[in-house]
């Protein structure tokens, strides 16, 4: 089977605004988003998104291009790193049917230290009338989410965890870890109020998919935030 033909990436100066350009053919765009950009609008944002941006980015500025680019995934607007588009409607169907099967790993800082250096949390995640993900103990009521980690790196106040996505529901990494004790650090909606915490600590570092032609193995990794290690270095 012939192999996509690979895009060169855009000089920096015509990257868009918040995201960096990875790799990108015929079939699909992986980027690089910063924390504080939403993946796709909401009801009160409708164009600092990477979703417009990008779209904007394929058209190459022109609003009649039939260029587009389709949602895969999304990540929480506070969360950075790795985000993959489809560019046909096909790819987006492959990429989504084979999302729970592909390996996604993250990196987070979260608050304190936990009891087993590794391990996996079960539950099942509903969501409230807020749009607040909780765990219920009723398999009817709730999507089963799983999450496993192991800790890298401690310091009296934080530890930093790689953390593989077995499933992917909404704000599951967050939820599990709040529940247990230890949120992420800088998580306002399932955590506390902490003073000077620039961010969420919580990053796609590693995507691994098959490519929606080749049926090849990709993988695509973003570097864990030197803030993360910064907040481990404080005293």
């Known amino acids: 089977m012939k192999s996509p033909k690979k895009f060169k990436a ?3 100066r015509f990257q868009p605004k918040g995201v960096t350009v990875l790799y990108e053919d015929q079939d699909i765009l992986v980027v690089d988003k910063i924390h504080g950009l939403l993946t796709v609008a909401s009801d009160n944002e409708k164009s600092k998104t990477a979703y417009f941006r990008l779209t904007d980015y394929v058209r190459r500025g022109n609003p009649k291009s ?3 680019i389709f949602i895969v995934h999304r990540l929480d607007k506070d969360t950075s790193g790795l985000l993959v588009f ?3 409607e096909a790819a987006k169907r492959y990429l989504q049917d084979n999302w729970q099967q592909f390996s996604k790993k993250y990196s987070a800082v979260i608050v304190g230290k936990l009891e ?3 391990d996996t949390i079960s539950s099942y995640l509903a ?3 807020i749009h607040k ?3 219920v103990k009723n398999p009817e009521k709730g999507q089963f989410a799983q999450t496993g980690y192991k800790v890298l790196k401690q310091s009296k106040q934080y530890s930093l965890l790689e953390i593989d996505l077995l499933t992917g529901r909404k704000n599951q990494i967050r939820v599990h870890f709040a529940e247990m004790g230890h949120p992420v650090a800088g998580d306002k909606k399932y955590g506390e109020k902490q003073k000077g915490i620039k961010r969420l600590t919580l990053h796609a570092a590693s995507l691994t ?4 032609h080749t049926k090849q193995p990709m993988t695509f990794e973003s570097k ?3 803030y993360f290690y910064f907040l481990l270095a404080e005293k």
Do not use: D, F, V
């Not at 998919?209 to 929606?212: L, M």
């Open 116 to 118: 087993k250096q590794e």
């Open 10 to 12: 855009p000089p920096k």
């Open 224 to 226: 864990t935030p030197g």
């Open 127 to 129: 969501e409230n009338s």
């Open 86 to 88: 489809a560019k046909t």
């Open 66 to 68: 039939r260029n587009r």
């Open 209 to 212: 998919i098959s490519h929606p």
């Open 133 to 135: 993900m909780y765990s």
